[in-house]
C-alpha cells in the first residue's frame, strides 16, 4: 500500500496567499519609501559664475553641512571665511558667494550633484 501525504488543499491556499500578501506589502514599503524621500529633500541651488566664484542667487532650505563642493580647489571661502571655519549649520541664502574656486567643480547636495562648472585659470 502506498502513502502518498501531501499538504491538504486548504493549507496550500493560505500558503499562497500569504506568500502573495507579503510580496505585494514588500513592494508597498519599498515604493513609498522611494517616493517620500525624494519629496522631502529640497535639493534647489542656483548660481552664477563669475571670475573665480560662485553666487547664490535661489535656494531652497539647505543646511551648508549638506552641501559637497568637490574639484580642483584647496582654500575656497564662503562669505569671506574659510570653509573650515564657516559655520556649517547656517542654510545657504541667496547673496551667499562662494569663492577662490579652480578648474572643474562639482557641487553635491545629499550625494546628489546638482551643479558642476570648469573654472578656466
Known amino acids: 500500500m502506498r502513502n502518498d501525504e501531501a499538504v491538504s488543499a486548504v493549507i496550500g491556499v493560505i500558503l499562497m496567499v500569504a506568500i502573495t500578501v507579503s510580496i505585494a506589502a514588500t513592494f508597498y514599503v519599498m515604493m513609498n519609501g522611494m517616493l517620500s524621500s525624494s519629496v522631502d529633500m529640497p535639493q534647489n541651488i542656483q548660481f552664477i559664475p ?21 574639484g580642483n580647489t584647496t582654500a575656497f571661502t564662503i562669505n569671506g571665511k574659510n ?39
Request: aromatic share 12%; charged share 25%.
Open 83 to 121: 570653509y573650515t571655519e564657516w559655520n556649517q549649520n547656517q542654510t545657504v541664502e541667496a547673496g551667499d558667494l562662494i569663492d577662490n574656486l579652480h578648474g572643474n567643480i562639482r557641487i553635491s547636495i545629499h550625494g546628489r550633484m546638482i551643479y558642476q562648472y570648469d573654472f578656466i585659470r
Open 50 to 70: 563669475e571670475k573665480n566664484s560662485l553666487l547664490v542667487v535661489e535656494t531652497d532650505e539647505i543646511m551648508w553641512k549638506d552641501v559637497w563642493i568637490l
